[in-house]
């Protein structure tokens, strides 16, 4: 019933820019909160941003503090992930989830959110 569609995943060179959208639909109500996850080849899923909705706290993995940013629409549930200065590391596919359960805690690890998008492949080469 719920789901995530991210877009604007591509090809770049290093040094480029993307941006990256996830909309979320089929539930009413805010989400506690959205986030961005990252799998590169033969790597675990890791947690690249999240933002709380109420608050709009965000958090950004140190790997991409500084050039990556999260932000979000709090009235149409769209998530954006503003990524700079890119390296070819930062290649992956990128997922965006979402979780509408009340917490207080971090919201940092996979298993807080309910759910997924299919994913975005994000390729950073020369």
Known sequence: QVQLVESGGGLVQPGG???LSCAASGRTGSPTAMGWFRQGPGKERELVAR???SSGNSYHADSV????TISRDNAKNTVDLQMNSL???DTAVYYCA???SGASRPITLAYEYDYWGRGTQVTVSS
């Open 17 to 19: 820019s993307l941006r």
């Open 51 to 53: 933002i709380r909705w």
């Open 65 to 68: 503090k500084g050039r990556f």
């Open 87 to 89: 390296k070819v590391e």
């Open 98 to 100: 979402a979780t509408w």
